[in-house]
């Protein structure tokens, strides 16, 4: 990893941790945790309201997503669901219910500080079917073959290695597996330094890839059926997007189901 790579990391990081510390304290006060402050187009507003209602409220609180992936992934019974940069962990319980005792939601994040956030949000919701771990989404601390189900909230977008990002999820997926995912994407016609004008890495736009760019990465890695619908946009030219795909049953190595 190159040291901008690095630089660009560690300011994630940063962020996220602070949002956590901050939602972490604004718990103790006297009228609970405010959410993070973020624009109409991130945050728990995406999330209708019983969703929100049945969830801790500190996990509502740091939610700082472009979408609503729990809504859109086709969660079943039974599915093992991996969330990437899962944050306080409101995808992470959202999967938990979806799935049921059958199935189990992991949720991983970098950040110990909303690690720390998530187990204590899921402690609070009573979810045993849930797992947090620590690390990086260029490279899941899972064994290959073994998730029904990617999730992830404008988070693959932070990454500075995005091919291993989808190397990775494609890796983890079990054959048939599938990746149902919010990001923020950038029309074709825009350039990376014309991305960049248009905020920064850990405002979910400077880093991310345009559509074509987006659907070559999920190609290149293995991926199938790749759908990326543009849901509203968050900047000129960019645009928060559901993103599917599928890891294909043939040609995979794997326990079926």
């Known amino acids: 990893m190159t040291e901008q790579s690095t630089d660009l990391r560690e300011t ?3 962020r996220y941790a602070a949002a956590a510390v901050q939602v972490t304290e604004g718990g103790t006060a006297c009228c609970g945790p405010q ?3 973020v624009d109409e187009n991130f945050g728990s507003t995406l999330y209708a309201a019983d969703e929100r209602d049945a969830l801790p409220a500190e996990a509502v609180a740091a939610s700082l997503g472009c979408g609503n992936p729990t809504a859109v992934a086709e969660l079943r019974e039974g599915d093992r669901v991996l969330d990437l940069g899962s944050g306080g962990g409101i995808d992470v ?3 938990a219910r979806r799935v049921g005792p059958t199935g189990k939601a992991y949720g991983l994040d970098m950040t110990d500080e909303m690690l720390q956030l998530a187990l204590a949000n899921a402690a609070k919701a009573g979810a045993t079917n849930v797992e947090f771990l620590k690390g990086t989404i260029e490279s899941i601390p899972l064994p290959a073959d073994t998730i029904d189900v990617v999730i992830s909230n404008c988070v693959i977008n932070l990454s500075v290695d995005k091919p291993a990002v989808f190397a990775e999820t494609f890796r983890v997926l079990r054959p048939g597996g599938r990746l149902g995912v919010s990001d923020v994407v950038a029309d074709d016609t825009l350039a ?3 991305r960049a004008e248009r905020g920064d890495y850990v405002g979910c736009i400077a880093g991310a890839l345009s559509f074509a760019e987006y659907r070559q990465g999920l190609e290149a890695a293995g991926f ?6 543009p849901t509203h946009p968050v900047a000129d030219g960019m645009h928060s997007a559901i993103v599917h795909a599928t890891k294909p049953r043939t040609g995979t190595s794997g326990p079926s189901r």
């Open 192 to 194: 990376p330094e014309q």
């Open 35 to 37: 959410p993070v402050e």
């Open 224 to 229: 199938t059926d790749v759908e990326i619908t």
């Open 93 to 95: 319980l959202l999967s």
């Open 12 to 14: 994630v990081r940063m």
